[in-house]
């Protein structure tokens, strides 16, 4: 293919992603494009299963059966947009198996906020809450994403994940209606999991280095710190219902741009986390490299009988 032949195909592209046409997997679009979205779209299919984990610590340990029977539904819709996501990934000619590696091998990366303990029952409802919240917010506009299979995935997702955050809201409100131990427990669970949640939205848009051109191809519709404010202003009303304090001196109203200001981020212990250097990040991959090797067999039978079976 030409230089000019090249150039008219970049120029047809743009102005589909101009007109807010979706990108099919067969349409042609700039390698770049395809690389950044297979980077996305995997980093968001490995943060959904690595998502399992924390959660599951909890399915044995649930405080009634109604709570164990909501869990394990929660913990099964995950692995669910982990494999609706692999999927869209798999349509840009990636292999699943070349996903994995990448993810095992420590070159792509997954949502920091999983690499955080899940130290009490609080933490699954402060979860639900916060992080279920936090990923709403950010995914909700991916709806609309210029690549057609990552936004039609999209759209049962956050109709599922609407349902774990009201999931973990309601867990919150039970315990803060409950006894004054309760309360704290969930008092506790905010004050560890706010920062991280404010963190997993990325760094500022000033520090990002992806931000600009995803907005460009329309992959994102708002930035960083556009979505980390529309989750404060959204979830500090919610925690006032509670009863319980977003662990924030410097948070307050600002009349004059109708959001909350708030309180500088330790974008230090975020940058640590994310080169893998969080209080769980070696015990999360070691848990999902067991996995999968432990599960070779399984995918030896079914590759072996499907292959007998043709």
């Given at each position: ?29 700039p390698e770049k494009y395809r690389k950044t979205h297979i980077r996305q779209m995997s980093q968001h299919a490995h943060s959904e299963i690595i998502g399992m984990l924390p959660e599951g610590n909890w ?252």
């Amino acid at each position: 293919m030409t230089e000019t032949q090249i150039k008219i195909l970049e120029a047809q592209f743009e102005a589909r992603i101009a007109n807010d046409e979706k990108i099919e997997p067969k349409d042609w679009m700039p390698e770049k494009y395809r690389k950044t979205h297979i980077r996305q779209m995997s980093q968001h299919a490995h943060s959904e299963i690595i998502g399992m984990l924390p959660e599951g610590n909890w399915i044995s340990r649930a405080p009634s059966l109604r709570r164990k029977v909501a869990l394990l539904a929660k913990v099964q819709d995950e692995a669910g947009h982990g494999l609706y996501l692999y999927s869209a990934c798999e349509t840009l000619g990636i292999t699943r198996e070349e996903l994995y590696e990448q993810l095992h091998s420590g070159k792509a990366k997954y949502s920091s906020i999983f690499n955080y303990p899940t130290i009490t029952w609080a933490d699954i409802g402060a979860i639900g809450w916060l992080v279920d919240g936090a990923a709403i917010i950010n995914q909700v506009p991916l709806c609309n994403t210029s690549f057609g299979p990552y936004a039609c995935a999209m759209v049962r997702v956050c109709k599922e994940e609407s349902f774990h955050q009201r999931q973990g809201y309601e867990i919150m409100l039970t315990l803060c209606k409950g006894t004054v131990e309760q309360k704290a427990m969930a008092q506790d669970a905010l004050n560890r999991w706010w920062w991280p949640a404010l963190m997993m939205l990325g760094p500022t848009d000033d520090q990002s280095v992806h931000t600009a051109q995803s907005m460009k191809w329309k992959l994102k519709r708002k930035t960083n710190d556009e979505l980390r404010q529309q989750f404060i202003d959204q979830t500090v009303p919610q925690a006032d219902i509670l009863g319980i304090k977003i662990p924030d001196s410097d948070l307050k109203w600002n009349a004059d741009k109708g959001s909350y200001d708030f309180g500088e981020i330790d974008w230090d212990e975020f940058w640590q986390v994310v080169k893998g250097h969080g209080p769980c990040n070696k015990q999360r991959m070691k848990a999902r490299v067991s996995a999968w090797e432990n599960g070779a067999w399984v995918r030896d039978a079914a590759m072996a009988y499907a292959e007998k079976n043709k």
